[in-house]
Every structure is written in structure tokens, then in C-alpha cells.
């Protein structure tokens, strides 16, 4: 009798290393058949009676689409972040494990770099995409009013969903924030507001790195979130440092996540730009992937 599994796993060799092919066949059939146990999974046959026609049939077109390079988030419809179920679909970023420590960060930071206010009452979160950020503190810090942007309608479709299922309110805004007018606009219109915290993951990876990326991400994520050009890589960068000098109250926070190529890029740009405290951060894999610093 053939493993299921195995099969399964087998097929995604051919795009996938093995560690990786196991890991998203276990994750497909927990998904697609819940009633089963890690054990059952793994004794399932593939003409296993104990599976309906209707689960084989959803398996076997999930595997197609798997084959092809779609990643399993966007075929099941959702991933985890920071304990979240964040619904994703093919108009967002998927949320990125490294994400989920810049949260931490904030999390476990803020109330050092602010000892007057033991918790953000302002947070913006810029190039918002799933929400996956905004949802993150808003769950941590409960009291907080936070704005989402983004220039994608399909991502502000999908955040405001997010918020929704996880009855977390965030302020949605379609902003382009390397458009000056828009940027100027927004300025005005939040000229009272003073952000505690303005946090970003805006696309970084250059056009020339796209060699390096997995055919799932390439051809599959929006290309909008990811990529900068070559010429201009700091761009969301300077625009947002710009924003947050004239919008974070004393003590705010501007936190980034960042191609690690640029650390030093972006801490001289922060610094010049007169915020204090500026550091690099390194992610779980020991690469720079986050500039944090205090505006005061
Ligand atoms: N971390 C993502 C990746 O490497 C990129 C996210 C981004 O561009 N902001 O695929």
C-alpha cells in the first residue's frame, strides 16, 4: 500500500527541499482532513477509505497547485502570525516569521524607551498589506488607536477582513506613500496626530535579487510588496523617516524591517534625520533585518 504522505511529499521534492516538502504535506493534510491525528496522517493510504471523495478530490487539486509553486498559505487561505490567524490571499505579502520579531520587540521594548507611558495610545503601521503588523499590536496593546496603510486596494480589502475575523478595529487608509502629495495630504490630515509608535515592512528586495527568490514567492506574491529599484532602494525608507520626524510624539518608536544589505544605510539616514537611540537589529537567522530609533 502506498503512504499518502509519502507520495505527496515525493511530489513536492521536485520543488521543495525534503524538510520542506514534509513539513507543508503535514501542514496540507492536518488542514484538509482535521479529524485526523499526526499519527493517522502518516498510516493514510492513498485509496484510503476512511478519507471521503470529496477530501481526495481537494487534495489531489491542492497538490496540482502546489506543484506549480503556489505557496500552501495562499491554497488554504490563511497562515500564523504572532498567534494569529491572518487570512491571506494572492493580492497580499504572506507574513514572515522575522515579522513576528519586530512585534516582539515593540512588545517587549516599549515601555522601556517610554517609562512616562506604560502603553502606545497611536500606532501607524505603513505598507499594512494582510494587516498581519497592525493586528499584532493592536492584540497587544488594546487600548491603542492604530492606522493601517497601503497603496494596494486588494491588500485593504483583505486587512479590513482580518480585522473583522479577530474583532481587532484598525483604521484603514489607501495611502502611497512615495507619492509627496498624498504623503503632504495625509500630513495635514493627521497634523494632530502624534504616532507613538510608526512601524513599517515596506518592499525591500532589490530587482537584481530576484534571481535569488524562490519560484513560490516570484511568481506567486505581489511584486508591489516586495521589490525596490536597484537606483532607489531606500526610497519608502526616506519618505517614511521624513513622516515619522514630524508625526512621532517625544519617546515614539520608529521601527523598521529591512533588507540586510542596508542596515547602516538606514541607521545613518535615521540618525541624520535626528532620531536617537537608533540600533540595528539581527533576525533569528543572525542577518540585520531591523533599524529601530526614538524620536525626542
Ligand atoms: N521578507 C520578505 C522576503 O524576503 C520581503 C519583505 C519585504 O520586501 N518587505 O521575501
Given at each position: 500500500m502506498q503512504s499518502l504522505f509519502r507520495n505527496i511529499t515525493d511530489t513536492l521534492t521536485a520543488i521543495y527541499d525534503r524538510n520542506e516538502a514534509r513539513a507543508i504535506t503535514s501542514w496540507l493534510l492536518h488542514e484538509l482532513l482535521p479529524e485526523k491525528t499526526d499519527y493517522d496522517i502518516l498510516l493514510l493510504t492513498e485509496n484510503d477509505t476512511?478519507?471521503?471523495?470529496?477530501?481526495?478530490?481537494?487534495?489531489?487539486?491542492?497538490?496540482?497547485?502546489?506543484?506549480?509553486?503556489?505557496?500552501?498559505?495562499?491554497?488554504?487561505?490563511?497562515?500564523?502570525?504572532?498567534?494569529?490567524?491572518?487570512?491571506?490571499?494572492?493580492?497580499?505579502?504572506?507574513?514572515?516569521?522575522?515579522?513576528?520579531?519586530?512585534?516582539?520587540?515593540?512588545?517587549?521594548?516599549?515601555?522601556?524607551?517610554?517609562?512616562?507611558?506604560?502603553?502606545?495610545?497611536?500606532?501607524?503601521?505603513?505598507?499594512?498589506?494582510?494587516?498581519?503588523?497592525?493586528?499584532?499590536?493592536?492584540?497587544?496593546?488594546?487600548?491603542?488607536?492604530?492606522?493601517?496603510?497601503?497603496?494596494?486596494?486588494?491588500?485593504?480589502?483583505?486587512?479590513?477582513?482580518?480585522?473583522?475575523?479577530?474583532?481587532?478595529?484598525?483604521?484603514?487608509?489607501?495611502?502611497?506613500?512615495?507619492?509627496?502629495?498624498?504623503?503632504?495630504?495625509?500630513?495635514?490630515?493627521?497634523?494632530?496626530?502624534?504616532?507613538?509608535?510608526?512601524?513599517?515592512?515596506?518592499?525591500?528586495?532589490?530587482?537584481?535579487?530576484?534571481?535569488?527568490?524562490?519560484?513560490?514567492?516570484?511568481?506567486?506574491?505581489?511584486?508591489?510588496?516586495?521589490?525596490?529599484?536597484?537606483?532607489?532602494?531606500?526610497?519608502?525608507?526616506?519618505?517614511?523617516?521624513?513622516?515619522?520626524?514630524?508625526?512621532?510624539?517625544?519617546?515614539?518608536?520608529?521601527?523598521?524591517?529591512?533588507?540586510?544589505?542596508?542596515?547602516?544605510?538606514?541607521?545613518?539616514?535615521?540618525?541624520?534625520?535626528?532620531?536617537?537611540?537608533?540600533?540595528?537589529?539581527?533576525?533569528?537567522?543572525?542577518?540585520?533585518?531591523?533599524?529601530?530609533?526614538?524620536?525626542?
Open positions: 476512511s478519507i471521503t471523495s470529496t477530501q481526495k478530490h481537494d487534495i489531489a487539486k491542492a497538490v496540482q497547485r502546489l506543484t506549480k509553486g503556489e505557496p500552501i498559505q495562499y491554497i488554504i487561505g490563511k497562515t500564523e502570525f504572532c498567534g494569529l490567524t491572518i487570512q491571506v490571499g494572492s493580492g497580499v505579502l504572506i507574513p514572515r516569521p522575522e515579522t513576528e520579531e519586530l512585534i516582539m520587540w515593540l512588545v517587549n521594548n516599549y515601555h522601556c524607551v517610554n517609562p512616562q507611558q506604560s502603553a502606545p495610545q497611536n500606532i501607524l503601521d505603513v505598507c499594512t498589506g494582510s494587516g498581519c503588523i497592525a493586528l499584532a499590536l493592536k492584540k497587544h496593546f488594546p487600548s491603542a488607536r492604530v492606522e493601517g496603510w497601503d497603496i494596494s486596494q486588494r491588500a485593504l480589502n483583505i486587512a479590513s477582513q482580518n480585522s473583522q475575523a479577530l474583532s481587532l478595529p484598525i483604521i484603514y487608509n489607501k495611502v502611497d506613500v512615495i507619492e509627496k502629495c498624498q504623503l503632504h495630504e495625509h500630513m495635514s490630515n493627521t497634523i494632530n496626530t502624534c504616532f507613538d509608535i510608526i512601524v513599517s515592512n515596506p518592499p525591500y528586495v532589490l530587482n537584481s535579487e530576484k534571481e535569488e527568490i524562490h519560484k513560490n514567492v516570484l511568481d506567486y506574491e505581489p511584486s508591489i510588496a516586495l521589490f525596490v529599484n536597484d537606483n532607489t532602494p531606500l526610497i519608502f525608507y526616506e519618505h517614511i523617516t521624513h513622516f515619522a520626524s514630524h508625526h512621532l510624539s517625544d519617546n515614539g518608536v520608529l521601527a523598521f524591517e529591512i533588507n540586510s544589505r542596508f542596515g547602516l544605510d538606514i541607521l545613518r539616514l535615521m540618525e541624520d534625520t535626528g532620531f536617537t537611540d537608533v540600533a540595528i537589529r539581527k533576525d533569528q537567522f543572525g542577518k540585520d533585518r531591523f533599524v529601530t530609533g526614538v524620536w525626542k
